[in-house]
């Protein structure tokens, strides 16, 4: 064990907060007299270490926290009795934003856990909201993740109230597309669903901009998409993003488009797959939507792949006729190229 990775144990038991920072040489010398890893070439009588104890307890133990640890302290203590509006949470952000990495990991674990108490008081996750996702931002993958698999745990264990819970911290902090890759798909799918619904039914320029928008919140930094999920992801975003006999939604193209902006080259295959798609290749019928088909696929042939053949199944598309399109011939033509 190192000297640092001593400090952190003592800071993770949360009960000696600080003592790391200021007394970490009372400690070591303990540890390598107490030790058979650190030899100690200097022997301690009993008076020695009862002595050293005493300063332990007299300059540590006893003493308040001080620096950020403080300031966290009181954070967590606050949010239990106050009500915080926005311009509370200003300068609580502010901190969060200069805490050292260790103790903004411990703030994240300890809000997580508050916010999916079934017992806690709605004040107190009203107040949570107004600065996680300060905290969110500044912690590592690591972190987040793991507050993804803690949401996979409570949906394997039936914890429902948990995990009800820990799905809206992680709509609030933008984290949903942290979940495990299997979670991840599930959510996914219920979301496109949705979508789709309100898609095909009436006053669907209002209805899908909600749907999209939760959709988008799955998506990772990667753009990665479950392979669970994949071809219908991609089928459902092209069927909205060409639209309907009224046209396309103007509020959730915007979603649309950033989440087509994100395809990788397995999306790109789905997308050039759907040529094959009898349900798919229907609305071709409808020239206006073929041809946006084929200008996306000039898009995604100049912006997101450096695939060769991808890039030439893509121009192949874009630059043919409408009736291929229509009959499967277009897929043919590229079949050999994208399988």
């Not at 703030?107 to 300060?134: C, P, Q």
């Not at 500044?138 to 948990?162: M, P, T, V």
């Not at 488009?257 to 994100?262: E, K, T």
């Amino acid at each position: 064990m190192d000297d640092w990775e001593l400090i952190r144990g003592c800071l993770n038991t949360g009960i000696i907060t600080d003592i790391g920072y200021r007394h970490l040489d009372y400690i070591r010398d303990m540890r390598n007299f107490a030790s058979a890893a650190h030899p100690n070439h200097t022997e301690l009588t009993g008076l020695q270490l009862v002595s050293w104890l005493e300063t332990c307890i007299k300059q540590v133990l006893a003493k308040d926290p001080s620096g950020p640890v403080l300031e966290i302290k009181k954070l967590l203590q606050s949010i239990r009795t106050e009500t915080l509006t926005e311009a509370d949470s200003k300068p609580i952000i502010l901190n969060v934003n200069q805490l050292p990495q260790d103790l903004v990991h411990s703030l994240l674990r300890t809000i997580f856990g508050m916010y999916t108490d079934e017992k806690l008081d709605m004040g107190v996750r009203n107040n949570i909201d107004r600065f996680a996702k300060a905290v969110w931002t500044q912690s590592d993958e690591s972190a987040r993740n793991d507050i993804g698999l803690k949401y996979a745990n409570f949906s394997a264990n039936a914890e429902i109230s948990r995990k009800t819970l820990a799905k809206q911290f992680l709509d609030v902090v933008d984290g949903l597309g942290y979940l495990t890759e299997d979670i991840r798909a599930i959510e996914m799918k219920d979301s496109l669903d949705a979508l789709l619904t309100a898609h095909y039914n009436f006053n669907n320029f209002y209805t899908e901009e909600p749907h999209a928008r939760i959709l988008f919140k799955y998506m990772s930094k990667t753009g990665s998409i479950p392979r669970a999920v994949r071809p219908y992801y991609v089928k459902v975003l092209l069927i909205c993003k060409l639209g309907n006999m009224y046209g396309v939604s103007f509020t959730a193209e915007p979603y649309y488009d950033r989440m087509i902006n994100m395809f990788q080259d397995d999306e790109i295959k789905e997308f050039l797959r759907l040529l094959k798609d009898k349900e798919f290749i229907s609305l071709f019928q409808n020239p206006p939507k073929a041809n946006k088909y084929k200008q996306i696929s000039k898009s995604l042939s100049e912006n997101n792949t450096n695939d060769e053949l991808l890039i030439k199944a893509l121009d192949i598309i874009a630059d043919g006729s409408i009736k291929d399109m229509r009959t499967k011939k277009a897929y043919l033509n590229i079949k050999d190229i994208i399988e």
